[in-house]
């Protein structure tokens, strides 16, 4: 009894002197981090991770056995770092955990947000940028699949062992993170915005391409375009009462195989007239007014790095999301490349802003039908995820919102907050209507939010957080991607405004 009693006074001393040591150390670190040194010491680093790593268990709902069991993939990218926990339990059982995608349905995800609808705008840049805009088709897709990679390093950080360890769950944790200490939540209320941005106009851009679409598959019919995107709207309405995406997720994936299908359609009828190809009019020189328009249209193609954290944080191996990257990368830059050259050559100097819309009219009016359906059924995804941006920012957030929060007690949606989701809906419309010009948007998107999510913050970021890190040759990535990208956002974005006001002011045609 002695002798136990003893060995826990020990303990206690011992655990005091450490105690002491690690608040010494942290506050060392905290006069360098308020001077704008980088981050913490090892020791910090390791107590965050290991603070992050209990938080994440404990939300999750994991279960470990006291004797411990093999985890899946890599080790150097499991959460702990170490491998097998010990003695850690919660409520939950590992059948209620979330469960985890493999590579290839991240893969899948991927592919669906850089091979969606967007592709049709593709040979409309090539038309400005003849061998230049086959160029950056490939670069872009180069540049994009690098700032993913480094965009995930950034939710790492090394222990003292030199293992890696997810510390951050998301691109506002990264950005909050990059500007801490002084400003900690100036940079995810930054990447919100930009979020939010992109989220809506897409969400603009469908109702745009479906009034064009529903417009050239009935030119007949006297409907004009603005009214084809008002009825396309009605149809949209019921959005505004989503609680959950199930029901649409199972239609939304048809229909995105009927999209590679119908791609698959529009390069076999440009194959049919290969003889007619006009090589002559694909050359070097660029329309310098147009070109930084395709350059925001090829971006806005590419652009995944919004939900990317969560994705790889939703793997059962998150060793193989650079492998899904590369080959996702290149069989986009590879499928878009083809499209959009092949049928640039069917119709060179006459092709229009949305591909289809040079189909003969027997072709064009099944495919476009199909591409309105598409459509309307994507809608919802950036339609909701930008709904839970704005909830979760504005409404909810841990009660330092700017307004009330818009669901009751017993998780109903209130009435105010249903005519929000409403008003969102109608604005979409009344942006789709007044400004009719689906390259026009896509440009000005690309050059305004997608430059800056793909490659603008993330290169910032990697220098930021991972500089300790980094080799040369990674600094003169991040540095060269910022500052081309930097000048290509700016460009594109000047000459899309431009283009906007010539259309309006010589009422040129949608």
């Given at each position: 009894?002695?002798?136990?009693?003893?060995?826990?006074?020990?303990n206690k001393?011992?655990?005091?002197v450490?105690?002491?040591?690690n608040?010494?150390?942290?506050k060392v670190?905290?006069?360098?981090?308020?001077?704008g040194?980088?981050a913490?010491t090892?020791?910090e680093?390791l107590?965050?991770?290991?603070?992050?790593?209990?938080?994440?268990?404990y939300?999750q709902g994991?279960q470990m056995?006291d004797?411990?069991e093999?985890?899946d993939?890599d080790?150097?990218?499991?959460?702990?770092g170490?491998?097998p926990?010990?003695t850690l339990?919660t409520?939950?059982s590992?059948?209620e955990?979330?469960?985890?995608?493999?590579?290839?349905d991240a893969?899948?995800?991927?592919?669906?947000a850089?091979q969606?609808?967007?592709?049709?705008g593709l040979p409309?840049a090539?038309?400005?940028?003849?061998y230049?805009?086959l160029f950056l088709?490939?670069f872009?897709?180069?540049v994009?699949?690098?700032t993913g990679?480094i965009?995930?390093?950034c939710?790492?950080?090394?222990?003292e062992?030199?293992?890696?360890?997810r510390?951050?769950?998301s691109?506002?944790?990264?950005?909050?993170a990059?500007?801490?200490p002084?400003?900690?939540a100036?940079?995810g209320?930054?990447?919100n915005?930009?979020?939010?941005?992109?989220?809506v106009?897409?969400?603009?851009?469908?109702v745009?391409v479906?009034g064009n679409?529903?417009?050239?598959?009935f030119p007949?019919?006297?409907?004009?375009?603005k009214?084809w995107?008002?009825?396309a709207?009605?149809a949209l309405?019921?959005?505004?009462?989503?609680k959950?995406l199930?029901a649409?997720?199972?239609?939304s994936?048809?229909?995105?195989?009927?999209h590679?299908?119908?791609n698959?359609?529009v390069i076999?009828?440009c194959l049919s007239?290969?003889?007619e190809?006009?090589?002559?009019?694909?050359?070097?020189?660029?329309?310098?007014?147009k070109f930084?328009?395709?350059?925001g249209i090829i971006v806005?193609s590419?652009t995944?790095?919004i939900?990317l954290?969560s994705l790889?944080?939703?793997?059962?191996?998150?060793?193989?999301f650079?492998?899904m990257?590369?080959w996702?990368h290149?069989?986009?830059?590879?499928?878009k490349g083809?499209f959009?050259?092949?049928a640039?050559?069917?119709?060179?100097d006459?092709t229009?802003?949305?591909i289809?819309?040079n189909?003969?009219?027997?072709?064009r009016?099944?495919?476009n039908?199909?591409?309105?359906a598409?459509?309307l059924?994507s809608?919802p995804?950036p339609?909701?995820?930008a709904?839970?941006?704005?909830e979760?920012?504005?409404?909810?957030?841990?009660?330092g919102?700017?307004?009330?929060d818009?669901?009751?007690p017993n998780?109903?949606?209130?009435?105010?907050g249903?005519?929000?989701?409403?008003?969102?809906?109608?604005f979409?419309l009344?942006?789709?209507?007044?400004?009719?010009?689906?390259?026009?948007?896509m440009?000005?998107?690309g050059?305004?939010t997608?430059?800056?999510?793909?490659f603008l913050?993330p290169?910032l970021f990697h220098?930021?957080?991972?500089?300790r890190?980094?080799?040369?040759?990674?600094?003169f990535?991040?540095?060269?991607?910022?500052f081309?990208?930097?000048?290509c956002?700016?460009?594109g974005?000047?000459?899309s405004?431009?283009?906007?006001?010539?259309?309006?002011t010589y009422?040129l045609?949608?």
């Amino acid at each position: 009894m002695a002798h136990l009693i003893r060995h826990k006074i020990s303990n206690k001393i011992t655990n005091t002197v450490h105690t002491v040591s690690n608040k010494s150390q942290a506050k060392v670190s905290g006069v360098f981090a308020r001077l704008g040194f980088q981050a913490a010491t090892d020791e910090e680093g390791l107590g965050f991770a290991e603070c992050d790593d209990l938080d994440y268990d404990y939300r999750q709902g994991m279960q470990m056995d006291d004797g411990g069991e093999d985890v899946d993939g890599d080790s150097h990218y499991q959460r702990d770092g170490t491998g097998p926990r010990g003695t850690l339990k919660t409520s939950l059982s590992l059948e209620e955990a979330k469960p985890k995608i493999t590579s290839w349905d991240a893969g899948w995800n991927v592919t669906n947000a850089i091979q969606g609808m967007f592709v049709l705008g593709l040979p409309y840049a090539i038309l400005h940028g003849g061998y230049l805009g086959l160029f950056l088709i490939i670069f872009a897709a180069v540049v994009c699949c690098y700032t993913g990679k480094i965009l995930i390093a950034c939710l790492y950080e090394d222990n003292e062992d030199g293992i890696k360890v997810r510390v951050r769950d998301s691109y506002v944790d990264i950005a909050n993170a990059c500007c801490a200490p002084r400003f900690p939540a100036l940079g995810g209320h930054v990447v919100n915005v930009a979020q939010i941005i992109e989220l809506v106009m897409t969400c603009i851009l469908y109702v745009v391409v479906s009034g064009n679409l529903m417009y050239n598959s009935f030119p007949g019919f006297p409907i004009s375009q603005k009214a084809w995107s008002v009825v396309a709207t009605a149809a949209l309405l019921p959005c505004a009462f989503l609680k959950s995406l199930k029901a649409v997720s199972k239609l939304s994936f048809l229909c995105t195989l009927a999209h590679f299908v119908i791609n698959i359609l529009v390069i076999a009828y440009c194959l049919s007239r290969a003889r007619e190809w006009a090589w002559e009019k694909v050359k070097f020189y660029i329309d310098v007014k147009k070109f930084p328009i395709s350059i925001g249209i090829i971006v806005f193609s590419y652009t995944s790095q919004i939900f990317l954290p969560s994705l790889e944080g939703n793997m059962q191996k998150p060793s193989e999301f650079h492998c899904m990257m590369d080959w996702t990368h290149i069989a986009a830059c590879v499928l878009k490349g083809l499209f959009a050259l092949v049928a640039y050559l069917t119709w060179a100097d006459t092709t229009k802003e949305v591909i289809t819309d040079n189909l003969p009219y027997s072709i064009r009016a099944v495919v476009n039908l199909f591409l309105v359906a598409k459509a309307l059924l994507s809608y919802p995804l950036p339609f909701f995820a930008a709904v839970e941006v704005m909830e979760k920012s504005l409404f909810h957030d841990g009660g330092g919102a700017l307004f009330p929060d818009c669901y009751g007690p017993n998780g109903q949606l209130k009435t105010w907050g249903l005519g929000l989701r409403v008003a969102l809906v109608v604005f979409t419309l009344l942006m789709a209507v007044f400004v009719p010009h689906f390259a026009l948007l896509m440009g000005l998107t690309g050059s305004l939010t997608g430059a800056g999510l793909a490659f603008l913050l993330p290169s910032l970021f990697h220098l930021k957080l991972q500089w300790r890190n980094l080799q040369w040759h990674h600094v003169f990535f991040d540095v060269a991607i910022f500052f081309v990208g930097g000048i290509c956002a700016i460009s594109g974005l000047i000459h899309s405004i431009e283009g906007l006001i010539e259309a309006f002011t010589y009422d040129l045609p949608d």
